[in-house]
């Protein structure tokens, strides 16, 4: 059965030939066995004929086997051809033209205005009973039945048609939509990956690089400080690896991992020992808290931390020897404040934030899109005396 159901969906044609063979080889038995004379029989053939046409072309020329069909049925009308077993074809392709979502739905309107006049004009030319006008409207009336539910059976499949179709276009839609969201999100994810690797690797690396030159300088006249040095190296260097591992370990399974090999995700409480790491390092820091320090959402409190970790970064490398920096928090009611200043060399500083130094300038450009995550401000810039400033605004709701 179902190699049977395959060949009539791939042989529509095929299959409608069989039929119109079918239906128009019963009519002639019929017409040739009417005790009509063979006048009337031949006048007949041709409609026949082209009812058979109709039906076996009615898929692929639907348009012009309807057209052929109304003429038929005016041939018949003129020709005195009474109604026939072929006719059926006439249902069929008013069904046909009413499935087809290829034709126009004026047409299909005018068909069934078509179909359901075949049957007054037919009585009109041939008459049930000519004494009787009520038979005759009766008639009218039940012959126009079959032309209305073919219509009505076609115009149901037609809409059927184009809701599953509507579904199938709104599917493909979805699916390309959600396709689109993913390689949004990977990319998202990426560059957020890029970001905290960009950050771990500038803020350590540096502090690594200028503990080692202190350790080198005063390795022949002061052993216990190149010692500390050394160690302070050896801890930002696995501190380094730590963090480098949490984010490789996210980007891999998506999952933060629990392992003592890991650290957890950066706050504001580790901004204090942030600062004195840096400290530790030789540069000047002026660390201020004000108002009530309490928990905020981890996106704020990681944004805070990778600004405040940024700017210090950028002020050991670019502001200079002798340069001095502060940090200020501020716990407003709805949001966090951050002030990070310097008295460095702010030319430097504006190479950096334009892309002139550090290759095109992704400290800057990564502290923006923090910022804007959380649905903060940041204001970046040289301060009027000198130096350079951050100002960032972090709230506790994004808006």
Do not use: C
């Not at 007949?44 to 057209?67: C, D, E, H, N, Y």
């Not at 006719?87 to 979502?101: H, I, N």
């Not at 059976?153 to 839609?173: F, H, I, K, M, P």
């Not at 540096?206 to 160690?231: I, N, R, T």
């Amino acid at each position: 059965m179902q190699r049977l159901y395959d060949f009539l969906r791939r042989h529509p044609t095929g299959v409608d030939t069989f039929w119109a063979v079918l239906l128009s080889g019963i009519a002639m038995l019929v017409v040739a066995d009417s005790g009509a004379d063979t006048a009337a029989k031949l006048i007949a053939a041709p409609s026949v004929i082209a009812m058979g046409v109709v039906v076996a072309l009615r898929r692929k020329w639907t348009r012009q086997m309807f057209w052929l069909a109304v003429g038929t049925g005016a041939y018949q009308l003129l020709a005195g051809v009474e109604s026939h077993i072929a006719d059926f074809g006439m249902l069929v392709v008013l069904y046909t033209v009413a499935a087809s979502a290829e034709l126009p739905r004026p047409l299909s309107r005018a068909a069934l205005g078509l179909g359901l006049a075949a049957s007054p004009l037919y009585a009109l030319r041939f008459p049930v009973d000519k004494g009787n006008s009520a038979s005759n409207v009766m008639f009218v009336l039940f012959a126009m039945v079959p032309f209305a539910l073919a219509w009505v059976l076609g115009d149901s499949l037609r809409t059927r048609r184009a809701y599953y179709a509507q579904l199938v276009e709104r599917n493909q839609r979805l699916e390309k939509e959600r396709e689109a969201q993913a390689k949004v999100a990977v990319a998202a994810e990426r560059a957020r990956i890029a970001r905290e690797l960009h950050d771990v690797v500038a803020h350590n690396v540096s502090v690594m690089v200028v503990q080692a030159d202190g350790a080198a300088y005063v390795m022949d006249v002061a052993p216990e400080q190149a010692k500390e040095a050394l160690q302070t190296i050896s801890g930002t260097g696995r501190q380094a690896l730590a963090e480098m591992r949490r984010l490789l370990g996210v980007l891999r399974t998506g999952e933060p991992q629990e392992s003592e090999d890991y650290v957890p995700q950066p706050d504001v409480e580790q901004i204090e020992v942030l600062v004195e790491q840096v400290r530790a390092a030789g540069l000047t820091v002026d660390f201020e808290v004000e108002g009530t320090p309490r928990k905020l959402p981890s996106g704020v409190e990681l944004t805070a931390y990778r600004i405040v970790q940024e700017a210090l970064t950028n002020t050991r490398k670019h502001g200079g020897p002798d340069a001095r920096a502060s940090v200020r928090l501020v716990y407003f009611d709805d949001g966090l404040g951050l002030l990070v200043e310097d008295d460095g060399r702010g030319a430097a500083h504006e190479l950096y934030e334009d892309g002139g130094a550090d290759g095109a300038g992704h400290g800057m450009i990564g502290m923006r899109e923090r910022v804007g995550m959380v649905g903060g401000t940041l204001d970046a810039g040289p301060r009027p005396g000198g130096g350079f400033r951050i100002s960032a605004l972090l709230p506790l709701k994004k808006s």
